[in-house]
């Protein structure tokens, strides 16, 4: 059931990836038009300079404006078995017939559920635009579990036979057609129940926001505590993606209210309490820096330029962009004390954050985050918070650093590099970074195509070959596996050889931490198995 939850989980992380960008194209639009920035002549409707900022602007919404929409066909390319980009089709076709109904349903029949559609968009209506269509604003909430159960009929009914005077209903139209008669009732469900739940919503943005500190608190220690399991993707996007604390979500009401922030002069937690609730990038922007020199000053000095080639790239990797797992999980599983402890630290910087008035959306790194949608628009008025933020968080830097180093050496804790005569610190040495870009002597004797496919074909392989893999998925920085028989796969050792950066094992369940890269590995496996399995196939023909 967990591997289950963990893979759902990292589905989600393939469309939250598309909002960096995003943000950061609307954030510059933002501070492009800012007339404390730029010049109130060059922002007059009929100025050429005003209209293409205006243009970029508009084509950085687009993410943001369509998250139920990219949430729906985004799911399907984690949580489908096979044939992941018709998975996509069918849910997006089965998502908006099933919009079509609710907005067919509530039109007639709008009064016995309690819903006016005759109601304008927006405000307490409760209504939405999806892809044209006037519908209940379920946001991402809706379209995850729309994605959800049509991606579930998809890796069950995709690839049955029909009869042959039935062929052309084969395959995607075959899970199209099912969904169709399944979406009519969930129409119903849905007017029925959403109306209730958008009250319990409300209800619980209020109960959020009048909780403060505890809140906060409370939210950014799940978030950070629960990431070796993968189930921090369901604490942090209602929050930051959906309506737990605001209708759209922090991430778009930010972005929406930025430029009016940015010009007033009134405290940001006044205007914006439920920034309290996307603070915990701060834990990877000045956490991060702390438990690398924890890491480096506690290993033996004979091992401190191994370790430093390890750190240094996921030390940056987690400050800049917000990726903190190649650092995490370098301690994570050599002891689990030390992530409690992080966990509890970056809920206090957030909560010490939150108490000194600073708020914002700080879910990411520098690059992606802090700078476009924080730092840089908020300056002119709101310099203070910036720097009580920077000096709060340099101060929770050095007590990470004293904290890490205390519990590692009163501890004995083995992090890496600690032992003079280590046989494994070769495994978290910078060569582990390298081994994607150096390929063995042998390797270098392949072809291009044979080169790119070396190390998901080892990958695979010591996973027991096709025939063990039951599933295949991604998250950030992990392959996530689950296994027909778990003595078939070969070691942590062999895996970490081949370049991988460390092995989680739960039964017959598994995760290959790899790297940003990840995703193009799990192409290539993926591309492995299908040509496996076309071989078989014509084999047993034969």
């Known amino acids: 059931m967990l591997s289950q939850i963990q893979r759902f989980g990292g589905a989600m992380f393939t469309p939250v990836l598309l909002f960096p960008f995003a943000g950061i194209v609307v954030g510059i639009a933002i501070l492009l038009q800012n007339p404390l920035f730029v010049s109130e002549a060059l922002l007059q409707p009929d100025n050429l300079f005003a209209q293409i900022v205006h243009i970029i602007e508009e084509g950085g919404w687009t993410v943001f404006r369509n998250m139920p929409l990219i949430f729906a066909i985004g799911l399907p390319i984690g949580l489908a078995k096979s044939a992941q980009a018709r998975a996509c089709l069918a849910v997006m076709v089965s998502f908006l017939t099933w919009n079509y109904f609710i907005n067919a349903m509530g039109i007639v029949w709008g009064n016995y559920f309690g819903v006016d559609f005759s109601n304008e968009i927006g405000g307490n209506s409760g209504l939405t635009m999806i892809a044209g269509i006037k519908t209940l604003d379920t946001s991402i909430i809706g379209a995850i579990i729309i994605a959800g159960i049509v991606t579930g009929i998809h890796n069950r009914y995709f690839d049955k036979q029909l009869p042959v005077f039935l062929g052309i209903f084969q395959g995607t139209s075959y899970v199209v057609l099912i969904s169709f008669f399944l979406m009519l009732p969930l129409a119903w469900v849905t007017l029925f129940i959403w109306p209730k739940v958008q009250i319990g919503i409300q209800s619980l943005q209020v109960f959020m926001v009048s909780s403060g500190s505890l809140g906060v608190w409370i939210y950014t220690f799940l978030e950070r505590i629960l990431i070796p399991t993968g189930l921090h993707h369901f604490i942090y996007g209602p929050f930051i993606f959906g309506p737990a604390i605001t209708e759209h979500g922090i991430q778009v009401d930010w972005a929406q209210n930025m430029q009016y922030f940015s010009q007033s002069t009134q405290p940001l937690k006044a205007l914006f309490p439920e920034g309290g609730f996307a603070l915990h990038g701060n834990s990877k922007v000045f956490g991060s820096v702390g438990i690398a020199l924890a890491l480096y000053f506690t290993a033996a000095p004979k091992n401190r330029a191994k370790i430093a080639g390890l750190l240094i790239p996921a030390t940056l990797t987690a400050v800049f962009v917000g990726i903190t797992e190649p650092l995490e999980f370098t301690f994570l599983f050599i002891s689990p004390l030390l992530f409690a402890v992080h966990a509890v630290l970056a809920a206090t910087l957030a909560t010490t954050l939150y108490h000194f008035g600073v708020v914002g959306n700080m879910g990411g790194g520098i690059i992606d985050n802090f700078l476009p949608m924080n730092w840089i628009p908020m300056f002119h008025n709101h310099y203070g918070m910036i720097i009580t933020q920077i000096v709060i968080g340099l101060i929770f830097t050095v007590i990470w650093f004293v904290v890490f180093r205390t519990l590692i050496i009163k501890l004995n804790l083995k992090t890496p590099g600690r032992e003079e005569d280590e046989e494994e610190i070769k495994l978290y040495s910078k060569q582990d970074y390298k081994n994607k870009k150096t390929q063995t002597s042998d390797t270098l004797a392949l072809s291009k195509e044979e080169q790119k496919l070396a190390f998901p074909q080892g990958i695979l392989d010591g996973l027991g070959g096709t025939a063990n893999i039951k599933s295949l998925n991604n998250c950030a920085t992990r392959l996530r ?34 790297g940003l890269h990840v995703s193009q590995v799990r192409d290539k496996i993926e591309q492995l198995m299908k040509e496996d399995t076309q071989n078989i196939t014509l084999s047993e023909a034969i």
Do not use: C, P, W
């Not at 078939?488 to 081949?498: C, G, H, I, M, Q």
């Open 481 to 514: 596996i689950e296994v027909m028989d778990e003595g078939k796969v070969n070691t942590d050792s062999y895996f970490k050889e081949l370049g991988a950066h460390g092995v989680v094992r739960k039964g017959n369940a598994l995760q290959i931490i790899i």
